[in-house]
């Protein structure tokens, strides 16, 4: 079995941030907490193969400045999530990530819900990937794992695909649902490393579900956010309450 990449989805990180600091720019100290480029240093540091941010329309996690400073500073891979919108296309030719990972965004969903229904939309779909493969920028296409939309990733002509696990993870603990959504997943898998596609999976994966997760054929890469972020928080908090203990000096 070839090694399954991990990419760190670290939006939450600017999620906690906004939730205090959100009129950022007019924050003239400098503990603007917590500072997502140095969540992407540290998650690389222990080993992720590549950084995914998602610059959102209504910005509510990742600023623009984000985007611009995880591009100077990480050492892996920079990986935009974006909905395909002219204003997002050009923000990405501009900074060039490594790849784009094209998402449907909807205001009022706390996270990205569904895919992206690139069966409806190939030809401008088609536009987009041509100018971002003549950038040098790899695009995914963020997708449920139904044939139809494979299809339509093949004639988009999209080098790669992100199979939407969510499905998947919310049915977990209902054993016939589950198993029905992993066996979608694992043919949308074999349909699109037929067709030559690389094939990526994300959302709702976590330390539980991974173990059926990462036996999916020909995955390239994962890319996980929350769960991941919720253990660093669980695995900090007693070192983070010790050291304002000492800085307290009690
Ligand atoms: N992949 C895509 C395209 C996403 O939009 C997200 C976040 O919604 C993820 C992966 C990561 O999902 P999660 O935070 O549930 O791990």
Redesign the pocket.
């Given at each position: 079995m070839d090694t399954i990449l991990l990419g760190v989805?670290i939006?939450h990180a600017a999620t906690l941030r906004q939730s205090r600091y959100r009129d950022y720019e007019a924050c003239c100290g400098k503990m603007i907490e917590p500072d997502p480029v140095a969540v992407a240093l540290a998650a690389e540091q222990a080993g992720a193969d590549g950084i995914?941010a998602?610059l959102r329309e209504d910005r509510r996690h990742m600023q623009d400045r984000d985007l611009l400073r995880l591009r100077e500073a990480i050492q892996t891979r920079l990986n935009m999530?974006m909905a395909p919108t002219e204003e997002m296309i050009r923000f990405a030719l501009q900074i060039r990530p490594d790849s784009v990972?094209l998402?449907p965004e909807r205001r009022e969903e706390v996270?990205?819900e569904g895919g992206l229904d690139v069966a409806a939309r190939i030809e401008d779909l088609k536009a987009t990937t041509a100018a971002f493969t003549a950038a040098g920028i790899v695009t995914s296409l963020?997708i449920d794992p139904e044939p139809k939309q494979i299809e339509a990733a093949i004639k988009i002509g999209a080098p790669c695909i992100?199979m939407h696990t969510g499905a998947y993870a919310n049915a977990f603990y209902d054993v016939p649902a589950r198993e029905r959504e992993y066996a979608r997943l694992c043919e949308a898998a074999r349909l699109a490393h037929s067709a030559g596609m690389s094939v990526n999976a994300?959302?709702?994966?976590n330390y539980i579900n991974i173990a059926q997760i990462k036996k999916i054929p020909h995955l390239h890469e994962l890319?996980?956010?929350?769960?991941i972020l919720c253990r660093s928080i669980l695995f900090g908090i007693g070192e983070a309450v010790r050291e304002m203990k000492a800085r307290m000096g009690v």
């Open positions: 989805n939006d995914t998602h999530e990972c998402v996270s990205t963020f992100e994300g959302h709702g994966i890319n996980i956010g929350h769960s």
